[in-house]
C-alpha cells in the first residue's frame, strides 16, 4: 500500500536529517524506528543514530533524561546519520534545550506546547519560554499541544486513564511526521496490532492517535505542504533494514551454518552488547546455544569449553567485559581454539559511557594480556557491515584454530542501515573438518596424535574434540612442546612455541588495502577502521565535490594487517587516521611502519561529523598544497 | 507403545557411549597417561590418582567420552596423568568451561578437578552457580587447607589460627566448609571422602559420577610439604573411630566403637546433638536422626554438614545430599532441540535464508 494522497502542496527534497527527542519515558526510541521502517519501505537510503542516556529512567523533564534518534534518509547513498538535523521534534524542554546547538538555523523545529509548563521550563534552567520568547526567531517552529490534542482524540476510550491516552502521544508525533513526509503507515499499524494485539483498547488507541497526527498535518494550516524524498537507487536485491548488532548476531548464525559447526553464545549482559544475546537467544531453531553466564569470565569459559567440544564458541561484550576475560583469550591462544571474542566497543575508562561510542578499545585487545599473546583483530565499518565481519571472524576463528577478536562499536551495534540480504550459497565459508585420526607415528611407528603438530601452510594444529577415539589428549595453559602438546620449561621450546604463534596468527590471510582515489592524484590518504568509514566516506566526497584530491582506505583487519599498508602508507605526503580515541591505530601504524601518520581524535561518545572531518582533510590539503 | 514417566532418576552417565559387550575389560593401565607424574613425594593427590585411574574403568565408558578439566593448584595436574580427553585451564574457571562442554556435548562424562584455593577463592563464583544451575558436572574437589603451589599461604579452608607463610601470626580468615557451601548453593549432590579410605572413595566416586547434575565430591588430602598431617586425627586408627561419622542412608547417624557409641539426636529447638546410645533409647534428649541423603529440603543435610568444626571433633563423611533436579544441560538442549524438531529438523539453506531476511524486506529492481 502507497502512501495516502494528499492536498497540499508537495515539495521534492533529496536527503532529510530527522531528530526525535524526547524524555526516556516518552518512546522517542520507538518512533524513531518505526520511522525508519516505513523510510525504509519507501525504497530511500538511510542511516541511523539513536542516542539515549545510561539510566532507564533518568528524574522526568531533565537533561540527563533525554534520549534521542536520528535518521537520514535520502533519495542517494547514505554514509552517516547526519551532522544537523532538519527536523527537530522536542517532546518536551529538556528535549529543546539538548539538542538545539546541533539544530542549524532555518531547520524546523516542531515542539510539544503542552509540556512547555512553568515547572518544566525551570528544571532545564529557562526562565521564559523559548517558544515564546522569541529566541527561535532564526528557525520554523512549529508549536504544537501534542499532549492535549492526543488525548481529546481518544476521548471516546472511556476505559483509558488519561495517563494512557498521554502515552499515545509518541504515535501522534509520528503520525504527524509520516504525513510530513508522505511515508506509509501501514507497516507501523501492523506493528502496533502484533504488540498490541492483546490489548485490543490500547491498540485501537495507539492507531487512533497515529491517524491523528496524519490528519493534524493535512487539516490545520501551520504546515504548508509535504514534503517527497524519492528512492534512492540501490543495486537490485532483496533489502531490510539492520542494526549492526541484529546484523552481527545472523553473520555469527551464517558463518556457523557454513562452517557445519553447533553456535554456542557464553555471555553475561552488558551494554551495548545486550542486544547480540538477546537476538541469538530467540534463534534456537537454527540449531544456537546461549548460556547467560554468571559473570564475563564465565561468558568465555563457557564459550571455550563449547569450542573445545567442537562448537563455534562465541562470547559478546564491551571493554569492561574485555578486561575480565583477558586470562581466558591468553588461554585460547596457548590451547590453540577457535573462539570468537565480540567487543561491541564503549566509552571508558571504566563503566564510561555505556550507551555512547568510543574506539578505544584497540591496544586493550591487541596487547592487554599476559606474555606474548596474539590475536587476530577485525573491525565492522558500517551496521550491515557486522555481518560480513561476523563472518570473517568465525572464518579465521576456525581455520587457525585461534580466538578472534570482532571490533564494533555503540554506534554501529545500534545505529541501522539497509542491508543488501546475500543469497545463502554466496556466502563465504565451508564445512570445518575435525581431526579423525592419528596424524604422526611414535619411534615404533605405531600411528599416534600429536596435538601440536601444525598444518605446514596455516600453522593451525588440529581441531580434535573428545568424543574421537584414538586422539585422546591434553592440552592446558602451561607452555606445550612443539609437536606433542606436553608439558615444556624448555627455554628453546618456548622461543619457538612464541614464534609459532606469531607466525600463525601473522599468517593469516588477508586482502590487499584498497585505496579509493577516483583521480589518482592525492596526495593525502585519510586512513580509518571501524565506525568512521561512513564519515570518513561522507567527509571525502565533500572535499572532492571542491575539485580535490583526496585517497581514502579502511582497515577491516587490524591484526595482521594488510600486506601492503607500509607501501600505501608511504606513496602519500601525508595520512590522516581520525579515530573516536587519542591515537591508537596511528601508534600501531608509526611501530610498525614508522610513518609519521597524524591522529584526529575525538572522545565526545559520538561518531564524528561530516562537517569536522571534511575540514581536517581540508586543512591537511592546504598543508601540502 | 505408551511411556509412563515414572520420575525414576536418571544416570549422569546415560547419553555417554559405554563399551560395546563384547570390548575387552578397562584396566587402570588404560587410564594411565604416558607423563611422569610430578607431585611431591607422599602427596595425597598420588592417593588420589590411583583411585581414580583404577575406579573409571568400573564406569564401563568410551575412554574417548571422557573429560577432565582443571583449574591451577597442585591438583589441578590431575588431567595431564590420565589417558582421556583433558584441559587443564586457568585459576577457578573450570567449572565455566566445563559447563560450555557440558551443555554442548551430552555424549560426554565432565569431570572439574579443583583444589580449595581454586574452587572457593578465586573460582567460589563458578563453583556456586555451577552447583545452583545442576550442569551434569562431577567435580572433584581436593582441600587440603593450603595454598600448595604457591608454597604455602593460607587458603580458604585454613583454620582460624593456622600458622603460614602468609600469616605469620595465625591466620584471622574465617573458613568455608566446602559441604555446607555446597548444600547452600542447592548442589544436588554432595559427598566427602578421605583420600586414604580408597573403598570410601570409590563409592562416593561411583555415585558421583551416575549422578544426573553437578556433582560435588570433597576428598581430604594431606599436603606433606606446606601442611603435613592437617587430617591426621581422622587417620590416625586410634581416633578416628571417635571423629569420622560415617554417613548410610536409612541408619542412625552415630560415632564412635561400639562400647561408646554415640547417637545423632535432634533436639525440641531443632539443634543436633550426640547423645549416649542409652539416651538416644528413651528418646529423652530428643528424636533419632535418620540420615536421609534424599529429602528434597537441604536444611537436614546441611544441620549434618554443620557437626563439622575446625577441630574435626565430629567429622561426616560419605554423601550428604543425592536429590534429582533437572540440570542445566538437559533443559537447555531440550530447548534447541525442541525447537529444531517444531521446525521440522535441522535448519537448511532455505531456513537461512529466511532468517537472513527477517520479516521486514523490500525489493529494488
Request: aromatic share 6%; proline share 7%; net charge negative.
Amino acid at each position: 500500500m502507497g502512501p495516502p494522497l494528499t492536498s497540499k502542496a508537495v515539495q521534492t527534497l533529496d536527503r532529510v536529517v530527522i531528530r526525535f527527542a524526547g524524555d526516556s519515558g516518552d518512546g522517542m526510541q520507538l518512533t524513531g524506528d518505526r520511522f525508519t521502517s516505513e523510510t525504509a519501505a519507501m525504497g530511500n537510503d538511510l542511516s541511523t543514530l539513536p542516542n539515549f542516556p545510561a539510566e532507564i529512567r533518568a528524574p522526568q523533564g531533565t537533561l540527563p533524561g533525554v534520549s534521542s534518534f536520528q535518521l537520514h534518509f535520502a533519495d542517494h547513498d547514505v554514509l552517516t546519520p547526519g551532522d544537523a538535523p532538519d527536523v527537530l521534534v522536542a517532546m518536551n524542554p529538556a528535549a529543546l534545550k539538548a539538542n538545539l546547538a546541533d539544530v542549524p538555523r532555518g531547520a524546523t523545529i516542531i515542539a510539544n506546547t503542552d509540556e512547555f509548563t512553568k515547572r518544566n521550563l525551570a528544571k532545564v534552567g529557562y526562565t521564559e519560554s523559548p517558544l515564546e520568547d522569541g529566541s527561535l526567531e532564526s528557525w520554523h517552529v512549529h508549536p504544537v499541544a501534542l499532549t492535549s490534542i492526543t488525548v481529546e482524540a481518544l476521548a471516546e476510550f472511556t476505559g483509558l486513564t488519561r495517563k494512557e491516552k498521554e502515552r499515545a502521544k509518541n504515535m501522534f508525533a509520528l503520525g504527524l511526521l509520516s504525513w510530513m513526509y508522505t511515508r506509509p503507515t501501514s507497516g507501523t499499524e501492523a506493528f502496533l496490532q502484533k504488540k498490541f494485539g492483546g490489548r485490543p483498547e490500547i491498540l485501537a488507541a495507539n492507531l487512533a492517535a497515529l491517524t491523528a497526527g496524519w490528519n493534524y498535518g493535512e487539516t490545520t494550516e501551520d504546515f504548508a505542504s509535504t514534503y517527497v524524498v524519492q528512492p534512492a537507487p540501490m543495486p537490485p536485491g532483496t533489502y531490510r533494514n539492520v542494526t549492526g548488532n541484529t546484523a552481527l548476531s545472523l553473520g555469527l548464525v551464517a558463518a556457523a551454518h557454513r562452517a557445519g559447526r553447533p553456535l554456542v553464545l557464553g555471555s553475561y549482559p552488558i551494554t551495548p552488547a545486550s542486544d547480540i544475546l538477546h537476538a541469538l537467544s530467540s534463534m534456537k531453531r537454527h540449531g544456537v546455544t546461549t548460556i547467560q553466564a554468571e559473570d564475563e569470565i564465565a561468558g568465555i569459559g563457557i564459550a571455550l569449553g563449547a569450542s573445545y567440544g567442537g562448537a563455534v564458541g562465541v562470547t559478546t561484550t564491551s571493554g569492561p567485559g574485555i578486561a575480565l576475560k583477558s586470562e581466558t583469550i591468553g588461554l585460547a591462544v596457548s590451547l590453540e581454539l577457535p573462539l570468537v571474542v565480540v567487543d561491541i566497543q564503549r566509552g571508558g575508562p571504566s563503566t564510561g559511557l555505556p550507551t555512547k561510542t568510543e574506539q578505544a578499545d584497540l591496544l586493550q585487545v591487541m596487547f592487554g594480556r599476559n606474555g606474548e599473546s596474539p590475536v587476530p583483530v577485525i573491525a565492522a565499518q558500517t551496521p550491515a557491515d557486522c555481518f560480513d565481519a561476523a563472518m570473517e571472524a568465525v572464518r579465521i576463528a576456525t581455520e587457525y584454530r585461534t580466538p578472534v577478536v570482532l571490533l564494533s562499536d555503540g554506534y554501529l551495534a545500534n545505529g541501522s542501515e539497509p542491508w543488501s540480504v546475500p543469497g545463502v550459497e554466496d556466502l563465504p565459508g565451508g564445512p570445518v573438518e575435525l581431526a579423525s585420526a592419528p596424524n604422526a607415528t611414535d619411534e615404533k611407528g605405531e600411528p599416534v596424535f600429536r596435538p601440536y603438530l601444525r598444518d605446514p601452510d596455516t600453522l593451525a594444529r588440529p581441531w580434535a574434540v573428545p568424543g574421537t577415539a584414538g586422539l585422546e589428549h591434553r592440552i592446558g595453559g602451561i607452555e606445550k612442546a612443539d609437536v606433542t602438546g606436553d608439558i615444556s620449561y624448555d627455554p628453546d621450546n618456548h622461543d619457538r612455541m612464541v614464534r609459532l604463534r606469531a607466525g600463525k596468527v601473522a599468517g593469516v590471510t588477508v586482502p590487499d588495502l584498497e585505496v579509493d582515489d577516483p583521480s589518482g592524484d592525492a596526495r593525502v590518504l585519510v586512513l580509518g577502521w571501524g565506525s568512521t568509514y561512513g564519515p570518513i566516506a561522507a567527509a571525502t566526497r565533500v572535499v572532492r565535490n571542491t575539485g580535490a584530491a583526496v585517497a581514502r582506505a579502511h582497515l577491516r583487519h587490524l591484526n595482521p594487517f594488510p600486506a601492503n599498508l607500509g607501501e600505501v602508507l608511504r606513496r602519500y605526503d601525508r595520512v590522516v587516521v581520525p579515530e573516536m580515541n587519542t591515537g591508537q591505530l596511528a601508534l600501531l601504524l608509526r611501530g610498525t611502519y614508522l610513518v609519521d601518520v597524524r591522529t584526529h581524535s575525538s572522545v565526545r561518545g559520538l561518531p564524528f561529523t561530516t562537517v569536522e572531518l571534511a575540514d581536517v582533510i581540508s586543512s591537511t590539503l592546504e598543508e601540502v598544497r | 507403545m505408551t511411556t509412563t514417566d515414572l520420575g525414576m532418576p536418571v544416570s549422569g552417565l546415560q547419553h555417554v557411549p559405554h563399551l560395546p559387550d563384547d570390548a575387552g575389560k578397562q584396566t587402570k593401565r588404560d587410564f594411565t597417561s604416558d607423563q611422569e607424574v610430578r607431585w611431591c613425594p607422599g602427596c595425597g593427590d598420588y592417593v588420589i590418582l590411583a583411585a581414580v585411574q583404577s575406579f573409571l574403568p568400573e564406569l564401563g565408558l568410551q575412554r574417548e567420552n571422557i573429560v577432565f578439566v582443571s583449574g591451577i593448584g597442585c591438583s589441578s595436574r590431575f588431567p595431564y596423568y590420565l589417558d582421556t580427553y583433558g584441559m587443564h585451564s586457568i585459576h577457578g574457571r573450570a567449572p565455566a568451561i566445563a559447563t560450555g562442554l557440558a551443555t554442548s556435548r551430552p555424549d560426554l562424562s565432565v569431570w572439574v578437578v579443583t583444589g580449595d584455593g581454586d574452587a572457593l577463592s578465586i573460582g567460589g563464583n563458578h563453583l556456586i552457580h555451577a552447583l545452583r544451575r545442576n550442569v551434569n558436572l562431577t567435580i572433584l574437589l581436593f582441600n587440603n587447607q593450603i595454598y600448595g603451589l604457591t608454597k604455602g599461604q593460607y587458603s580458604p579452608t585454613s583454620r582460624v589460627g593456622q600458622v603460614t607463610k602468609s600469616s605469620p601470626l595465625g591466620s584471622v580468615d574465617a573458613p568455608f566448609n566446602p559441604v555446607s557451601l555446597a548444600l547452600g548453593a542447592e548442589a544436588t549432590f554432595v559427598a566427602r571422602a578421605m583420600e586414604s579410605d580408597r573403598d570410601e572413595l570409590k563409592a562416593v566416586l561411583k555415585a558421583a559420577a551416575e549422578h544426573r547434575g553437578t556433582a560435588l565430591v570433597e576428598i581430604y588430602q594431606n599436603c606433606p610439604i606446606f601442611n603435613d598431617g592437617a587430617f591426621e586425627v581422622l587417620k590416625d586408627r586410634s581416633q578416628q573411630e571417635a571423629r569420622i561419622v560415617r554417613l548410610r542412608a536409612g541408619e542412625a547417624i552415630t560415632v564412635g566403637a561400639e562400647d561408646d557409641r554415640k547417637v545423632l539426636v535432634r533436639q525440641g529447638s531443632g539443634v543436633m546433638k550426640f547423645v549416649s546410645e542409652a539416651e538416644a533409647e528413651t528418646g529423652e534428649k530428643g528424636a533419632v536422626v535418620v540420615h536421609d541423603p534424599a529429602l528434597d529440603d537441604p536444611s537436614q543435610a546441611f544441620q549434618i554438614s554443620r557437626l563439622d568444626s575446625p577441630e574435626m571433633t565430629h567429622v561426616p563423611m560419605g554423601v550428604f545430599r543425592q536429590v534429582s533436579r533437572p540440570t542445566y544441560d538437559d533443559l537447555v538442549r531440550a530447548q534447541v532441540s525442541g525447537a529444531v524438531d517444531a521446525a521440522g529438523g535441522p535448519a537448511g539453506d532455505e531456513d537461512l535464508a529466511e532468517l537472513l531476511r527477517g520479516r521486514d524486506t523490500w525489493t529494488v529492481g
